[in-house]
């Protein structure tokens, strides 16, 4: 992921290389938020509403009928131990492993020789 750019020591009158540095700075710490961001989505343990059985009576065991009318558990209840986890769970935390990577080993083709980024790749 790199360090936070330094500060530049040589300024010209206009001030452009400490727009430049602010802009590399903005960047970086975005870029330290974002991979903090998904270590959370990624560590977050899973939930009732990832689970398969979620919000299907007769077969999530913490369903039930309360005079004709199904009372479940919330999607942010502890999973029971039938959990199953959804593709579409499975599919965000590796998503989110995927960004995670690219985040902290920057392609090469995206990165120019001094070290900058590359939009034009």
């Known amino acids: 992921m790199g360090e936070a750019p330094k500060l530049p020591t040589q300024v010209s009158p206009d001030g452009r290389e ?3 540095w602010a802009a590399k700075l903005s960047e970086h710490t975005q870029r330290l938020a974002k991979v ?4 959370a989505e990624i560590a977050k343990p899973l939930r009732c509403g990832d689970c398969y ?11 039930r009928n309360v005079n004709g009318r199904n009372r479940g558990p919330s999607m942010n209840d502890w ?11 499975i599919e965000r935390r590796e998503k989110h492993k995927a960004e995670l ?8 083709d995206r990165t120019k020789a001094n070290g900058e ?5």
């Open 79 to 89: 999973p029971c131990g039938k959990m199953q986890e959804t593709a579409d769970s």
């Open 18 to 20: 400490i727009w430049d």
């Open 36 to 39: 903090q961001q998904l270590k």
């Open 53 to 63: 059985w979620w919000m299907k009576s007769r077969d999530c065991p913490r369903e």
């Open 101 to 108: 990577a690219a985040l902290q080993h920057p392609h090469p």
């Open 117 to 121: 980024r590359n939009d034009d790749a």
